[in-house]
């Protein structure tokens, strides 16, 4: 799995604690001053699982406590869900300041995004 | 029962509409839960006659939240609550906030809550009652009393807050001007003055600060909160009592540390002082001093299944630990001025929507055991034994 984001955004790598603080909805913005529009995949999606495993480095219901627990004290959230693979693509492409996730093949060659390189701690 | 359902069905379908004009994919929703409990003692009773197996634990919740701008959003939650005695189940509003973003930085937003916020002491209290939050099936009853929970719920007002972050740590400051909602309830009243008297409490505005940090690379977070509640007791036409202050200052310290994603380690302490004042000579004016603390281990063993074990341990009077003083007082046993509870148990992950929790606690002490539950003190057991099981769905 690799992160994309919206060409726009001024960022090319982040590291891996700030990817866990982007999708639980903590950064809200990008050093550029930008607000981050965050794409996830439905829960029951396997992509899901699998970002929050390789990529965040953890289990699925780890990250979806930390984000119900903002959800359940009224706090609205903005994350946008995509059905499949080719919305999280159209979404990111689309949306200034967005960013997601998706299968690396299908990342490769795609003009209208960009992946950002993860940098591990 | 009925009732209860026809609520419900009101509820969901007035939101229904609202639902329909706005799309899904902003990221806007319908979310909610249901959670089903079981309980079983040896002796004493928790939620219900616990002793020949309960299933009088429940939680259902419905809530929403939009996005109406960059500045502005809300989101609220209708919650029931059936538990025992202590709980009826009606359907009440767990919270209803305004947020307002009223700057944004490009590290940092301050802002303010305007509605009914929840109370936001330690890692868990403003999302207690909802199962896909705790980290346990009952969360450590010696620092989130449910026995006495009304009045830690939450409160009108609003809450001025600052975020910030970078790349690996996020903070969050907040000031607290509220007016607690749980107060004037017999539940209440049996904490903080022994019994159900005739008179009422009514809260004045309570004031609070509270933090948050999370560093090391988001491994290791830090919480404090820090209450002011004062209260004053309006005595009834034929009471013993004069009308008189109860003032609460409360102090909550939390931390948490990960070893990423396979271990959690979490402790937390709750200090709380209370201060009588003028109430006549059966609740003579002193301070008390309660205290509560737990130590927990969660480890991950898989993406469908965790473990965990804890160590929780509390006192209603921090100098008279056994007990002795306070009985000799009050007449009450010794052991419902202490507990302790070692508890082991497990969460399975069925599917993200479906969760079932399973637990054993071995305690010694009823501090925190429901009176509504168990009228009569003289009759209850110090040393106790009580498994729960629990499935919980959500939807969002």
């Known amino acids: 799995m690799v992160i994309i984001a919206n060409p726009s955004t001024s960022t090319n790598a982040v590291s891996q604690s700030e990817a866990r603080l982007i999708f639980s909805n903590d950064i809200k913005a990008w050093k550029s001053g930008e607000q981050i529009a965050v794409i996830t995949m439905r829960r029951t999606d396997e992509a899901y699982s699998r970002f929050t495993q390789e990529v965040l480095n953890l289990y699925p219901y780890q990250i979806e406590r930390a984000i119900n627990r903002k959800r359940y004290a009224g706090t609205a959230q903005s994350e946008i869900v995509a059905v499949s693979a080719e919305e999280m693509l159209k979404l990111v492409a689309s949306i200034p300041g967005a960013i997601g996730y998706i299968h690396k093949k299908a990342a490769s060659n795609m003009p209208s995004i960009k992946i950002l390189e993860v940098r591990n701690e | 029962m009925n009732k209860r359902i026809t609520l419900w069905i009101i509820s969901l379908f007035a939101v229904t509409p609202v639902m329909a004009d706005i799309d899904q994919t902003k990221g806007n929703g319908l979310y909610g839960f249901v959670t089903q409990g ?129 790349d690996e740590s996020y903070t969050r400051f907040a000031l607290l001007y509220e007016k607690n909602n749980g107060i004037d309830n017999p539940q209440t009243e049996i904490y903080f003055m022994g019994m159900d008297w005739p008179g009422k409490l009514n809260p004045d505005y309570a004031t609070g600060a509270t933090f948050t940090h999370t560093f090391n690379n988001t491994k290791t977070r830090v919480a404090g909160f820090y209450g002011h509640l004062p209260t004053k007791y309006k005595p009834g036409t034929v009471d013993p009592l004069t009308s008189g202050e109860i003032t609460t200052d409360v102090m909550w310290l939390s931390g948490m540390h990960e070893i990423m994603p396979k271990l959690t380690l979490t402790a937390e302490a709750f200090l709380p002082r209370i201060a009588y004042d003028g109430l006549g000579p059966l609740i003579p004016n002193r301070n008390v001093y309660p205290l509560g603390w737990y130590l927990q281990a969660t480890y991950a063993h898989s993406n469908s299944l965790e473990f965990y074990g804890r160590y929780d341990q509390t006192y209603k009077d921090k100098f008279d630990k056994s007990g002795e003083k306070n009985s000799a007082a009050t007449g009450m046993p010794k052991h419902s001025f202490y507990a302790s509870d070692w508890t082991v148990g497990l969460n399975y992950f069925y599917s993200p929507s479906l969760i079932i929790s399973a637990e054993f606690h071995r305690i010694n002490g009823t501090a925190f055991l429901p009176r509504l539950d168990n009228p009569d003190p003289s009759m209850t057991s110090e040393r106790w034994n009580m498994f729960g099981l629990q499935a919980s769905y959500n939807f969002r």
């Open chain 2, 38 to 166: 079981y309980f079983k003692t040896n002796t004493n009773n928790f939620y219900g006659k616990s002793q020949s197996g309960s299933f009088d634990f429940n939680e259902i919740g419905v809530g929403a939240g939009f996005v109406l701008n960059d500045t502005v959003s809300v989101g609220g939650l209708l919650l029931s609550r059936k538990a025992g005695n202590a709980d009826n189940g009606s359907v009440r509003l767990d919270n209803l906030v305004f947020d307002v973003k009223a700057l944004r930085g490009e590290n940092s937003i301050t802002g303010v809550r305007l509605g009914r916020n929840k109370i936001p002491f330690g890692f868990y209290n403003a999302t207690r009652d909802m199962a896909m939050t705790r980290p346990t099936l009952l969360l450590p009853q010696s620092v989130y009393h449910d026995h006495s929970r009304n009045f830690l719920i939450n409160a009108d007002g609003l809450e001025a807050y600052h975020e910030r972050w970078d």
